[in-house]
C-alpha cells in the first residue's frame, strides 16, 4: 500500500529508489480521514463560498497569471468577473496596497526611507574605513560587520520581494517583475550588490514590469546594479569593457544567433564607455568643455572623460559620437529591432505557457509587441485571449519553477493570514536552487519544467511539503531576540478545495488524500500531489 501511494504522487518519470524516498519522507497511512473532511467541511463551508461558481478554466486562469490561487482571489475574480479582473491584472492603478500587517513589516525595514544614493554613498564611505584599519583584528572584525550588513540589506530585500509576491492585489504585476528580474539577472554578491539589488527590484523593474519595454530596458542601463554586475562602471575610452554590450544584445534585447556581429559588440561598448558609477559627492573635474556634458543621477553618471567620442557603426546604423545620447540611439535601435520582439514574446510565452511555446502564439504576441511600441501589458493580453493560451490552461500543462511553488503554497495554505517571518521561504527557495538575488550568471534561472523537475529536487519539494502543511514552519514566528512562534496552522482543505480544487484531481490522487491520518498529513499529500506541483 505504501508504495503504490508514492507512487500515485510522484512524476511518472522518476525512478523507483526516489519514490521509495520520497514515501520515507510523507509517511503516509491507511487510514480513511472520512470524517475529518465532512468536518472540515461543516466548518469552512463559508469560506471563499465563492469558488464554487468559478469555471474549471477561470481557476487554473487564475493560478496561471498569479502566484497561485487561494480563496481571497478566487472570491474576488467571482465578484468583479473574468475581463474586469484581467484588465485589473494587466493595468493597475498604481502599486497594489499591501495588507497593513505586510505593510507594516516593510515600513519597518532601515532603509525603506532613505535615498538609494545616501545607502551606497555610506556603505562605500564604512567599506573604505574598515580597509584602513591598521590593526589587523580591528580591520578584521571591521570588515565583518560591513559584509553583514549587507548581507541584512539583502535579505531586506527579499523580504520585501516575498510579501509583495504573496499579498499584493496586482499578482500579474508581480510575476511580471519576477520574470523581469530574472531576464534583467544581477547576482547579489558579486561587489556590493547586496545593498543596490532591493533599489533595482523596487524602482527599475517593478514599476515598469507591464510598461514600455524600452523604458525598462533604460532603467536598468540607468541602474548601478546592471552597470556594477556586467562591469560597465570600468568601460572606458581606451579601456573598453565588452561584457555589458554583449548581454545587452545577447539576453536582454535580440537573443544568440539574431544577426549581429562581433564588430556590432565592440561599438556598442564603444557607445557605452563612460556610463558607469560615482559615489563621491562631488563632482570630477572635467575640462570646460566637456562639463556641459556631465550626468549624475543618483549613484548613476554619465562621464564625458571617459567616453569614446567617435563615431560608431552599429547594426548597419552610423551614430555619432555625441555623449549620452548614443545610448538613446542605440536603445531605439535594439528595441525596434525585429529580432527583440521575437526573443522577448518567446520568453513570455515559455515563463507563462509552455517550455515550447506555438510559433503562431510567438509570432501574434511579436506582432503585438511591434505594433504597440513595446507594450508589455498589450502582449501579455494577446497571448492571454489566445486560443493556445487557452490550451495550455488544462490539468499538468505548466511545471511550477520553485519560486513559484513555494509561493503558491504559502498562499493556498494561509490566504490572507500575513506571514511574519520571511526567512524560512528564503531558505526553501535557496535549498531549491532559485533563491532570490542568487544566480551568479546573467543569463538568470531556467524558464523550462525540465530544469525543476529532478529526483533531488522533488525530494526537497516533499520535505518542504510537509514543513508547510504541518504547521506555521516559523513563519508566524517574528525576527528577533526572545521571538515566539504564534500559533497558525494552514487550512488547505476549505471550501475552495471542496468547490473547485477538488474537481482538477486524479482519481488516484483522491485515493491517495483519502488514506490521510491527519490534517497535517492530508495537506502534505495535497502539496506533493502532482496537481499541485503544475
Not at 410 to 424: F, G, S
Not at 486 to 512: D, E, M, R, V
Amino acid at each position: 500500500m505504501r508504495s503504490r501511494l508514492g507512487a500515485e504522487l510522484l512524476e511518472p518519470d522518476i525512478p523507483v529508489k526516489a519514490r521509495g524516498r520520497a514515501l520515507r519522507v510523507l509517511r503516509t497511512h491507511a487510514v480513511i480521514a472520512v470524517l475529518a473532511a465532512i468536518f472540515l467541511a461543516a466548518i469552512f463551508g463559508s469560506v471563499g463560498g465563492a469558488a464554487a461558481e468559478l469555471s474549471p478554466r477561470d481557476m487554473a486562469l487564475l493560478d496561471r497569471l498569479t502566484f497561485g490561487i487561494n480563496a481571497s482571489s478566487a472570491a474576488h475574480l467571482q465578484a468583479v468577473g473574468t475581463e474586469r479582473w484581467l484588465n485589473e491584472q494587466l493595468h493597475p492603478v498604481g502599486t497594489g496596497p499591501l495588507p497593513e500587517a505586510a505593510r507594516s513589516q516593510i515600513e519597518a525595514m532601515p532603509d525603506v526611507h532613505k535615498f538609494p544614493f545616501d545607502i551606497a554613498a555610506a556603505f562605500d564611505q564604512q567599506g573604505r574605513t574598515a580597509n584602513q584599519i591598521p590593526d589587523p583584528d580591528l580591520k578584521k572584525a571591521a570588515q565583518q560587520t560591513f559584509q553583514q550588513g549587507m548581507n541584512d540589506r539583502a535579505r531586506q530585500a527579499a523580504s520585501r520581494t516575498i510579501l509583495r509576491a504573496l499579498y499584493a492585489p496586482d499578482q500579474l504585476r508581480e510575476r511580471m517583475t519576477w520574470f523581469w528580474f530574472n531576464h534583467f539577472n544581477v547576482h547579489q554578491y558579486k561587489a556590493n550588490i547586496r545593498i543596490l539589488v532591493g533599489d533595482y527590484e523596487s524602482n527599475a523593474i517593478r514599476p515598469l514590469a507591464l510598461g514600455k519595454f524600452r523604458d525598462l530596458l533604460m532603467a536598468t542601463v540607468h541602474h548601478p546594479a546592471m552597470l556594477r554586475y556586467l562591469d560597465n562602471a570600468d568601460n572606458a575610452a581606451g579601456h573598453v569593457n565588452e561584457n555589458y554590450a554583449r548581454e545587452i544584445m545577447e539576453l536582454h534585447t535580440m537573443g544568440v544567433g539574431s544577426g549581429y556581429t562581433q564588430a556590432d559588440v565592440e561599438a556598442l561598448a564603444r557607445i557605452l564607455t563612460g556610463v558607469g558609477i560615482d559615489l563621491k559627492t562631488e563632482e570630477p573635474k572635467l575640462k570646460p568643455e566637456l562639463q556641459s556634458q556631465l550626468v549624475r543621477e543618483g549613484a548613476f553618471e554619465f562621464n564625458p572623460a571617459r567616453h569614446d567620442y567617435g563615431d560608431k557603426v552599429f547594426l548597419g546604423h552610423t551614430i555619432k559620437g555625441r555623449g549620452l545620447a548614443e545610448v538613446d540611439e542605440a536603445i531605439d535601435i535594439l528595441v525596434h529591432h525585429p529580432a527583440t520582439a521575437t526573443h522577448l514574446v518567446r520568453r513570455i510565452a515559455t515563463y507563462f505557457v509552455s517550455d515550447t511555446p506555438p510559433e503562431a502564439l510567438v509570432a501574434r504576441m511579436a506582432q503585438t509587441f511591434k505594433a504597440t511600441d513595446g507594450d508589455i501589458a498589450q502582449v501579455l493580453a494577446t497571448m492571454v485571449h489566445a486560443p493556445e493560451f487557452d490550451a495550455s490552461l488544462k490539468p499538468g500543462a505548466r511545471f511550477k519553477d520553485p519560486v513559484q511553488y513555494v509561493f503558491s503554497a504559502v498562499r493556498l495554505a494561509y490566504d490572507d493570514k500575513v506571514i511574519l517571518n520571511t526567512a524560512p521561504i528564503q531558505n526553501w527557495l535557496n535549498r531549491l536552487g532559485q533563491g532570490l538575488f542568487n544566480h551568479e550568471t546573467p543569463d538568470g534561472y531556467a524558464l523550462t519544467s525540465a530544469s525543476w523537475s529532478g529526483p533531488g529536487q522533488m525530494m526537497v519539494r516533499f520535505e518542504i511539503a510537509r514543513q508547510i502543511g504541518s504547521g506555521s514552519s516559523g513563519l508566524f514566528k517574528p525576527d528577533g531576540p526572545g521571538a515566539v512562534d504564534l500559533p497558525a496552522f494552514p487550512l488547505i482543505q476549505n471550501a475552495l478545495y471542496f468547490n473547485g480544487l477538488k474537481q482538477s484531481l486524479s482519481p488516484t490522487t483522491l485515493a491517495a488524500l483519502d488514506q490521510a491520518v491527519s490534517p497535517q498529513d492530508w495537506n502534505t499529500l495535497f502539496l506533493s500531489s502532482p496537481e499541485f506541483m503544475h
